[in-house]
């Protein structure tokens, strides 16, 4: 099969490579699309140093070779029972694992789920993990419940345009902050009501409050926490999932904990999880937003819009 595999020192390559051997429980699934994601930057980078050469992705749709079934991946393996957080041993694809940069993968069986109605194969490749993110931060962890306000940092990163419509849907009045004025429009097309370009104005949690009160905040850029809390009312909550911006913070106590407020720690989301957003996606009238697709052989440009941050929704590549 062909892939595009990591190498040593960040190399990227297009290239010719065996065919995946399931193991027992494992399927393989010929890949039509796959989504890219953040951590492949960081699994590319060596943020996250995992064994070379590997296939990075961690998205993927495409068709059972045992059964002919089209199927969506979920993308990560080894959840375990407990809601709360992840069992030891649980790995995304894409690192450790191979992933979804190929034309074949071997997964898991009760990592397959049934595509989409409607969806096409990009639209199938690039909500798995964004939107599960996404869910799982609003309701699993947020609780979010209609009528409330989320505001949501960052207008156009995938997670961030899944939030935004699965909060919409939900009956949840939403807010958004970005850079630019014209992401903030096009979020206000997705189902926001409102935003704050935090790079033109002075005090942004400031202006955040004065569209509020503001119930939860998702914040995926990790060195805003501070600012995250800030913008929330008495008894709100954060959730925090990302580190794009930064890894470390300074988090005024007094604050905090006069506000009886609450901050809370992420990361994709268990299968239940990926059910209810599945169920979810059957009422929804919303369609995944796909920035651009290419082909497998083009994933090194598609990964130089992401950190460019250019792009606005999903980035897919066709399989």
Request: net charge negative; with cysteine; aromatic share 8%.
């Amino acid at each position: 099969m062909f892939a595009v595999r990591v190498h040593e020192e960040g190399r990227l390559l297009y290239e010719q490579v065996d065919d995946p051997a399931p193991k027992p429980g494992e399927v393989v699934v010929e890949l039509r699309a796959a989504g890219l994601n953040r951590r492949d930057l960081f699994v590319r980078s060596g943020i996250f140093p995992f064994p070379l050469p590997l296939v990075p992705g961690s998205d993927g749709a495409g068709v059972r070779r045992d059964t002919g079934e089209e199927v969506v991946i979920l993308p990560a393996a080894g959840w375990g029972d407990r809601e709360d957080a992840p069992a030891e041993g649980f790995e995304f694809f894409g690192g450790p694992r191979d992933g979804t940069y190929a034309e074949l993968i071997a997964l898991p069986e009760e990592n397959l789920y049934p595509k989409p109605d409607g969806f096409s194969w990009d639209e199938a490749a690039a909500f798995p993990l964004a939107a599960l993110t996404a869910y799982r931060a609003l309701f699993s962890r947020g609780g979010l419940q209609q009528g409330e306000t989320v505001l949501v940092l960052g207008a156009a990163s995938g997670v961030s345009t899944f939030a935004v419509q699965l909060a919409a849907q939900a009956g949840a009045r939403v807010l958004v902050t970005s850079s630019s004025d014209g992401k903030i429009e096009r979020a206000k097309e997705l189902g926001a009501e409102a935003g704050v370009n935090y790079a033109t104005t002075e005090d942004w949690p400031a202006a955040a409050r004065e569209l509020g009160p503001i119930d939860l905040v998702l914040d995926s850029v990790g060195s805003t926490w501070q600012q995250s809390l800030d913008c929330l009312r008495r008894g709100g909550r954060a959730v925090v999932f990302g580190g794009t911006g930064g890894t470390e913070v300074t988090l005024q106590v007094r604050p905090f904990y006069f506000g009886q407020q609450t901050l809370l720690g992420t990361q994709l989301g268990s299968p239940r999880d990926f059910e209810g957003l599945l169920r979810m996606l059957e009422d929804a009238r919303w369609r995944p937003v796909i920035d651009s697709v290419r082909p497998l052989a083009e994933a090194e440009s598609a990964l130089a819009r992401m950190q460019a941050g250019e792009h606005f929704g999903k980035l897919v590549l066709a399989i």
